[in-house]
């Protein structure tokens, strides 16, 4: 598994952040009912259930293949409504994209399934 630069998992997460579910950009905290999230930006800030309001897939069509994976995250705050969270964990080629894809999905079932289900 290639990890890359900035879109590594961080060292330690924020104080009081013990993530359950972690990738390289996002981390959910089920006990404690926290989303911790990095942007395209290197922006990260954690943020409560509640204040998450929709997501969705994001990708560059390349052919059959989707590269430049992200889940664009809308959130409730007016300073920084939306978070693009960058699933680039494996290098962009015909292989690479095809598991940031799978984990992009991954993510969208997991944050879909924590949010309206717990």
Do not use: C
């Amino acid at each position: 598994m290639m990890l890359r630069g900035k879109d590594s998992a961080p060292k330690s997460y924020p104080e009081g952040f013990t993530p359950t579910y972690a990738h390289d950009n996002i981390a959910i905290d089920v006990p404690n009912g926290k989303l911790w999230l990095r942007d395209q930006s290197g922006y990260s800030t954690v943020l409560n259930k509640g204040d998450v309001l929709r997501w969705s897939e994001a990708y560059v069509a390349y052919g059959v293949h989707h590269t430049r994976n992200r889940l664009e995250v809308n959130v409730r705050d007016l300073g920084r409504p939306k978070f693009e969270v960058p699933f680039r964990r494996h290098i962009e080629t015909k292989w690479g994209a095809k598991k940031n894809y799978a984990e992009l999905q991954e993510w969208h079932s997991r944050l879909t399934a924590w949010v309206n289900n717990t």
